[in-house]
Structures are given as C-alpha cells and as structure tokens.
C-alpha cells in the first residue's frame, strides 16, 4: 500500500511540473528561428540578444582573411589585403589593409595575431544587372524580385564590364551591398585598335584596343575591328575569342 501511494504521489507531481512547464514561455530560441525570414524576424523580437550573436563573433586577428568585413571602434571595414608579419623578438602582426564602408577610405592597422577582433557576417546573393547609369547598378534578385541600386564602384575595376543580364554577386550587410563581383570571363567587342609606336617594318605580338565598354587593353595583333573577345576583367586580360 505504501508503495502505490508514493507512486500516485510521484504520478501528480510530474502532472504538475509538465502543466507549469507549458504555461511558460520559451527563454531559448528555436532552432527553427533561422529556418526563414519571418521566423528569424519573430525569433529576433522575441530574443533581442540572439541578434548580437547573428551579426558578428570575435576571433584571432590571424583568422581574418580579405574580403571579410570587421567592426573596430564603431566602424565598419571590409579587409582588403591581411598580411602575416614576424617582428622579430616582438612576435608576430597581422598588417591589414582596410577600406571604411561610410566613406570608402583606405587605411591600415596592425594587430596582434591573438588579438580579438569582431568580424561581422555579410549575406552573399546573387543578383541580375538591369542596366546602369550613371556611376549605378540597378540589379534585380530572380526570386524574390528584390531591386537594387548600387554604386559601380562597389565592384572595383571589374564595374566598368557590367552589362544588361549578367549575373553578379553581392556582400550585403543590412540590406547594403559592400561589395561585388562579375564573371571572371566578359565577351566584349572591339571597337578601335591603336597603331603600333615600333615603326611598318616591326609587327608587335600585342596592341592596344578599345573596347565597346570604353576600356583600353592589350590584345593580339591579328586581332581586327569588330571582333568579339573574352577578357578577364579582374586585370583586364586578353582570354580569348
């Protein structure tokens, strides 16, 4: 008899405790809080402090590659060049090359390869070129038909390739672009070819041409007028017809 009471004893209390348990809200998030946007949305009202940990973490300033964006001070750099030095008997430096995100800036700051530094995590997508104007790219996300403008110069060097239809690829970091990138391989087609500076008698393996895209580069000379070449447009290279 003394057995089965304390088992309905046992039996009401875990009744009890599983009631209380539904009656409280969840302290931690779900692990479906990152599964959409309008979960994550809810999850971030809900848990301000799980956005913290979603836009950045601390790691070793060794761990930092170019490309990657860092908060220091209250700004916002994307690493350009990271570059392991030895000073010697004073240990090792990371040498970072950065660019300010607010005002496009170029500076460079030394750390110590253990030292913390905070790097933020960027969205990568992928996005179709409408057209550009001016000194902007007007692109368009093929799912969700998401539309943005974005200064050329977010792409670099390679901005002046942009055409209507390609494909690019974006860094976003609350919904703005910090960087971008193109294919490594653009169809551009030649517009004037600039004589050879050597004189008649003396045929140069390459000569200077004017793309449609208003870009200068050095292609082969049997090259004429009208032609469609491939060029890479990371360095402006000559890859192909």
């Known amino acids: 008899m003394r057995a089965v009471e304390v088992s ?22 779900s692990p479906d809080c990152h599964r959409s946007s309008g979960d994550r949305d809810t999850c971030l009202l809900r848990f301000p402090w ?16 170019p490309g990657n964006v ?7 750099y994307q690493v350009i060049d990271a ?30 390869t253990e030292e913390a530094v905070e790097r933020v995590f960027v969205e990568d997508k992928s996005f179709t070129c409408l057209y550009t104007e001016n000194d902007t790219a007007f692109v368009i996300e093929s799912e969700t038909f998401e539309q943005l403008e974005v200064p050329l110069d977010v792409f670099g060097k390679a901005g002046a390739y942009l055409q209507e239809g390609m494909k690019v690829w974006l860094q976003l970091y609350d919904g703005r672009a910090l960087s971008g990138s193109i294919p490594k391989r653009v169809a551009c087609t ?37 032609e469609e070449i491939f060029i890479n447009p990371q360095d402006d290279s000559y890859i192909g017809r």
């Open 70 to 76: 860092i908060e220091k001070s209250g700004k916002m």
């Open 50 to 65: 799980s956005a913290t940990q979603q836009r950045a973490v601390k790691v070793n300033a060794s761990h930092v590659r």
């Open 8 to 29: 309905k004893r046992l039996s009401r209390a875990l009744f009890s405790f599983s009631s209380y348990s539904r009656s409280l809200p969840n302290f931690l998030p």
């Open 83 to 112: 570059e392991h030095k030895q000073r010697g008997r004073g240990g090792a430096m990371m040498q970072m090359e950065l660019r300010d995100i607010d005002t496009g800036n170029k500076v460079s700051l030394r750390f110590g």
């Open 190 to 226: 030649i517009k004037e070819i600039h004589a050879s500076t050597k004189g008649p008698t003396v045929t140069p393996r390459y000569r200077r041409a004017l793309l449609d895209n208003g870009v200068t580069v050095m292609v082969p000379s049997y090259l004429e007028i009208g």
